[in-house]
C-alpha cells in the first residue's frame, strides 16, 4: 500500500479543469492554468500513470433514468469479504463496490438495462457466489447528482467560465444509445480523452464518423464526462452514504437542494425502508456528524435512518483501485452485456 500524498495546487487545479472539460485541449487548459500547455500534459501522464487521477466516461443520468441502477448491501460470511470484493470488482455490472461500516460488508452499485437484468444478475451472478449470506437490494427510481457533476472548486469562478464556455451544450435529448455508439461509450469509459483515431479503431469507424457520434451523444444528454482523483489524497478523506426519509411531498425539493451542496456526490430517489439516499465526500469522520446536524436544522422533516462510512473503496465508477484509492485499470462499464456469467452482448433496446 502507498502512503498517499496529498496532490499539490497545480495538480488540484489541473483536476478541477478536467472536471469541468474533461477532453479539453492542451492548449486550453495551459491557457487557463497559466502553465505551458506540454507542462500540463506531462503533469497530467503523471497522475494516471500513478493512478492518482484518471478521466472516464459513462451513460448520463438520463441514460441511468432509461436503465437500472440499484444499491445491493452484501453481508458475507466470516472470511469471505475480501474474495468476494475481488470477485465482482470484475464485474461490468457492478461499477462500485465498497467496504462499509453499517449494516452491510459490502456496498455494491449494479447497472444493467433494466429490472429483468437486475433480477439476473442477482440470481445467476450474486446469488451463486459462496460466501454470501445476504444480500438487500434498494432500486434507484431517480438521480438528482452523480460523481460526475462533483467538483474540486478551487479554479477561480473566470477559470471556471472560461472552461465552461468550451464545453458543448445539451441541445436536446436521444432517445437512447444506439447500439452502433455502444463500442464509444465503452472505449471512453476507459479514458474519456481517448483521441478521436483510438476511438475509430475501436468502433470499426472513421474518426470524423467517431468525432459526430460522441458530439451527438453529448449534446443530446446521453455520456457523462468524468474527472476522478484518488479521494485519500484530495483532503476530501472521508466518504460516507446516508439513507434519508423525507415526507414524499418534499422529496423533490430536498433532494435538489441536498444534490447543490459542495460535499455531495450522489442524490438518488429510492424504492426501499428509505426514499432518499445520498453519498457524500468529507474532510473527517467529525464532519459527518455536524453533516447530519446541518441536515436536521435546514429540514426539520428530514430523518437519517442509516449511514455507511467507506473502508475502502474496491471499484469505483468501473476503475479498480488499490488500498490508498489509486486506479490500477479499468473494467468496461458494458452495461448491455448479459450479466449472466459469460453472458454476450446484446441487442435489447433501452426506451424512455
Known amino acids: 500500500m502507498q502512503d498517499p500524498v496529498m496532490l499539490g495546487e497545480d495538480e488540484l487545479s489541473l483536476v478541477n479543469a478536467l472536471q469541468i472539460a474533461p477532453r479539453a485541449s492542451w492548449s486550453l487548459l495551459g491557457g487557463v492554468l497559466g502553465a505551458d500547455p506540454v507542462t500540463v500534459a506531462r503533469r497530467w501522464q503523471r497522475l494516471t500513470r500513478t493512478g492518482r487521477a484518471w478521466a472516464t466516461a ?48 459490502l456496498l455494491v452499485t449494479v447497472w444493467t438495462t433494466g429490472l429483468p437484468d437486475l433480477s439476473r444478475y442477482l440470481v445467476a451472478r450474486l446469488g451463486t457466489l459462496p460466501g454470501i449470506a445476504v444480500t438487500r437490494t434498494t432500486v434507484i427510481t431517480n438521480l438528482y447528482a452523480e460523481g460526475s457533476s462533483w467538483r474540486l472548486g478551487v479554479l477561480d ?106 460535499e455531495t456526490r450522489l442524490v438518488a430517489a429510492v ?32 430523518s437519517v435512518v442509516d449511514r455507511a462510512v467507506v473502508l475502502r473503496h474496491y471499484k469505483l465508477m468501473g476503475r479498480v483501485l488499490d488500498e490508498s484509492g489509486r486506479a490500477l485499470r479499468a473494467v468496461d462499464m458494458d452495461i448491455w452485456r448479459d450479466p449472466a456469467p459469460g453472458g454476450a452482448v446484446h441487442d435489447r433496446q433501452v426506451r424512455e
Open 271 to 302: 424504492a426501499g425502508s428509505t426514499n432518499l439516499v445520498i453519498t457524500v465526500w468529507l474532510r473527517g469522520l467529525a464532519d459527518l456528524q455536524r453533516l447530519e446536524a446541518t441536515l436536521t436544522a435546514r429540514w426539520p422533516y428530514l
Open 157 to 262: 469562478v473566470p477559470q471556471q467560465d472560461r472552461l465552461r464556455r468550451t464545453v458543448p451544450a445539451v441541445s436536446g435529448v436521444e432517445a437512447t444509445v444506439r447500439p452502433e455508439d455502444r463500442p464509444l461509450v465503452v472505449r471512453l469509459g476507459r479514458d474519456a480523452r481517448t483521441p478521436y483515431p483510438e476511438l475509430a479503431s475501436a468502433a470499426g469507424i472513421s474518426p470524423a464518423t467517431a468525432r459526430r457520434r460522441v458530439s451527438r451523444l453529448l449534446s443530446g444528454g446521453l455520456l457523462a464526462l468524468r474527472c476522478e482523483l484518488a479521494r485519500a489524497e484530495s483532503y476530501w478523506t472521508v466518504s460516507a452514504t446516508l439513507w434519508i426519509n423525507v415526507p414524499p411531498g418534499e422529496l423533490a425539493g430536498t433532494a435538489a437542494a441536498l444534490a447543490a451542496r459542495p
Open 58 to 105: 459513462y451513460g448520463s443520468p438520463v441514460l441511468m433514468r432509461q436503465t437500472c441502477l440499484a444499491l445491493v448491501a452484501v453481508t458475507c460470511q466470516a472470511g469471505s469479504l475480501v474474495r468476494i470484493a475481488e470477485a465482482l470488482r470484475d464485474d461490468p455490472h457492478a461499477v462500485t463496490v465498497e467496504h462499509t461500516t453499517g449494516g452491510c460488508d
